[in-house]
């Protein structure tokens, strides 16, 4: 099995892990650190310790997680997981991170997505396919988020892939809509985007706060 590691952690990955079900078994083990964010893609390990950058990361992906779980919550549409949750889909053989998602309550009804126990308690992964997944782009995970896993998240059948930029001045923000051929960006009005999944028009803009650091703002309409 390949191993792709970013940062100078040292991740042991036992022997016996070496497809899907096995990588499943060892991710609920205490064999497995709890730091970094450990993903399974198709037959290889990808393991990023790196640390994460406060404003062209953390903030942003905050302001999509207060915007986005204020509208579920709100509206009643389902539930939305912050980063954190793990999702996997058989279908395209990954099990991996994102740093959102979105599941409606029609696709828990019908069995789309359903909520997998943890080994000890709780629920601790999403099996199936969500109605939308968001990323947000950092230099471990360039060529992941823009390439690798839009690929794996059309073969699972993801409808909706939100991928944000903040690394630079102006951030790039991008709601991809799965086809046959793959994922299209969804076209902009001044800025505004459509996401099908949600119902609504979102726009992301970056200002500053009283410290004059970086500050979000994700506009829905």
Not at 73 to 83: A, I, S
Request: aromatic letters at 10%; charged letters at 25%; hydrophobic letters at 40%.
């Amino acid at each position: 099995m390949a191993t792709v590691i970013f940062d100078e952690a040292t991740v042991q990955i036992p022997t016996w892990v070496v497809d899907l079900a096995s990588f499943r078994r060892w991710i609920q083990s205490d064999e497995c650190p709890e730091e970094g964010r450990i993903d399974y893609i198709q037959g290889e390990v990808w393991i990023d310790m790196s640390r994460e950058q406060a404003f062209s990361h953390n903030q942003v992906k905050g302001e999509i997680h207060i915007v986005l779980g204020g509208l579920v919550k709100r509206e009643q549409l389902g539930l939305y997981f912050p980063d954190g949750m793990r999702l996997t889909n058989e279908e395209a053989d990954v099990s991996a991170v994102p740093d959102g998602m979105f599941v409606s309550s029609d696709s828990f009804r019908n069995g789309r997505a359903r909520l997998v126990e943890g080994r000890e308690s709780g629920f601790t992964e999403l099996a199936g396919v969500p109605d939308l997944v968001v990323e947000v782009v950092s230099a471990s995970s360039e060529d992941k988020d823009t390439d690798w896993m839009m690929g794996n998240y059309r073969k699972a059948r993801i409808p909706e892939y939100w991928l944000i930029d903040a690394r630079h001045e102006m951030p790039r923000f991008d709601i991809f809509r799965r086809t046959p051929k793959g994922y299209v960006p969804t076209r902009k009005q001044a800025n505004w985007v459509k996401s099908v999944a949600l119902g609504r028009s979102f726009r992301l803009t970056q200002g500053a706060n009283a410290l004059g650091q970086p500050q979000y703002t994700l506009a829905v309409r």
